[in-house]
């Protein structure tokens, strides 16, 4: 009874030690973001359909279209469930094993012929002392928390790039828009000039400077059908969907002519530890890095193992049944690694250093997020100011031209001026139209910085 007793203590001990000492991450988020002022920065609440902030009904359609046809995401899905699998898989390794086998044979020389045949049944179990079990199914379940962040990336990633894509549509219609708009205005004014020409009121220099403007917008045209459409086929890609060259109608514009800031929260920056996914799957493969380190140092501790076998084996088949024909073992195990040669020792170290590989990839994934958000949060403020700027330069541009166009029709100015006023507008125009766009751009990235959106959500336009 007491050699039980010792070898029970000499069990715990071991186990005791059957965990390698690991560092912690060192991750201390600041109290606020440097460039947070003028957002607000009170806790805020993940909203899964945060796209729907911008009010647009197409958008809120394409996004869906995309969520249940995108093949990446589907491919994320499948990960999911493989690490599901993978977890029952190990959770069986450390389960008894149970065998039943049948043989026959025969074998002659001689003259004479014998045969054999046997049914038996096995029994197997390595009872795991140290926690393998544990560590194991630890591991397991950190790849699938990790394979459900990386799920939740890959869906974030992919309504941005679908809203991104969106608006960089919008971009472009603005601007083939304006381009035929500008190129149809000045066909007019380069008929009057034409007709002003003929009866001596305008010189030629005149008539071919208004085909110039004319020539100028037109050529735009063919650049800004090229990119509607390109963009068009790489939404169908993201939507999961054959190239069907299907554009859209031009209500959804008004989100660029008509544009009206959002107010945009930041949050805190703690936040992002716990909802930002590259994060997430960073400190879960740092779990799955301790138990796989946890894992290693086990393999440097005793083993038990039981066995045990039975069945009836006879050289007449007729006889497998009787009573003497009957055979069983049992046996119990423990096994000590005693010298590998440093090699268990040395795969103890190397998933101790894969451990701190992942600490510090967890770290500079929080560092990153940090800069990102900051960032962000920089474009957005400058390019609300750059937007309201553009708004009243396009106003004034837009008077310009019509007061240059009134003085030149009444002889009070030279051509040339109209052509500077034709050529701003247009220019100004299409900046605003960039500039707008990109503001759109900045709230979508701010929305996947922070690993998703928010519950206040106005209503649709």
Request: charged letters at 20%.
């Amino acid at each position: 009874m007491r050699q039980y007793i010792h070898f029970a203590i000499l069990l715990a001990l071991l186990a005791s030690g059957c965990t390698p000492k690991l560092s912690a991450p060192d991750v201390r988020p600041p109290a606020h973001y440097i460039y947070g002022a003028g957002f607000r920065s009170d806790s805020i609440d993940i909203e899964d359909g945060w796209w729907r902030m911008f009010g647009d009904t197409v958008l809120n359609q394409l996004v869906d279209r995309a969520l249940a046809q995108n093949r990446n995401l589907k491919v994320a899905v499948s990960r999911i469930e493989e690490a599901r699998h993978n977890l029952r898989i190990v959770r069986s390794e450390y389960l008894p094993t149970f065998n039943v086998g049948i043989s026959a044979g025969v074998s002659g020389g001689g003259g004479d012929t014998e045969q054999a045949y046997k049914l038996a049944r096995d029994f197997s179990w390595e009872i795991p002392l140290f926690g393998q079990l544990r560590q194991s199914s630890e591991a397991a379940r950190a790849n699938i928390a990790y394979s459900e962040w990386q799920y939740r990336g890959v869906r974030l990633s992919l309504i941005a790039e679908v809203a991104t894509t969106y608006f960089t549509m919008l971009q472009y219609r603005r601007d083939l828009e304006i381009a035929r708009r500008s190129a149809s205005l000045r066909r007019e004014s380069a008929t009057l000039i034409d007709s002003l020409f003929r009866r001596g009121m305008a010189s030629g220099v005149n008539l071919e400077q208004a085909m110039n403007l004319v020539y100028t917008a037109e050529a735009d045209i063919p650049l800004y059908e090229r990119a509607v459409k390109q963009t068009a086929l790489s939404m169908d890609v993201l939507l999961g969907e054959v190239p069907d060259s299907v554009l859209y109608t031009s209500s959804e514009l008004q989100l660029i002519t008509d544009y009206i800031p959002l107010d945009i929260p930041s949050g805190i920056p703690s936040e992002i530890l716990s909802r930002r996914p590259d994060i997430m799957e960073a400190w879960y493969r740092m779990k799955q890095a301790a138990a796989n380190a946890g894992l290693a140092r086990t393999a440097r501790l005793p083993s038990l193992s039981l066995t045990a076998g039975g069945g009836t084996a006879s050289s007449d088949i007729t006889q497998m049944f009787l009573k003497n024909s009957w055979l069983w073992n049992a046996g119990l195990s423990i096994l000590q690694p005693v010298l590998h040669f440093g090699k268990l020792k040395r795969a103890e170290r190397v998933a101790v250093e894969q451990y701190n590989q992942s600490v510090l990839s967890y770290e500079q994934s929080f560092l990153q997020a940090l800069s990102e958000v900051e960032s962000i949060l920089v474009s957005i403020s400058t390019y609300r100011k750059e937007t309201e700027r553009y708004k009243a330069l396009v106003r004034s541009n837009a008077r310009i031209a019509l007061i240059s166009n009134a003085l030149y029709s009444n002889g009070l100015s030279a051509y040339l001026d109209v052509i500077d006023a034709e050529r701003t507008l247009y220019n100004s125009q299409m900046q605003f139209s960039n500039i707008v766009a990109q503001q759109y751009i900045n709230y979508i990235n701010l929305c996947k910085a922070l690993g998703g959106g928010w519950v206040e959500i106005p209503t649709n336009r």
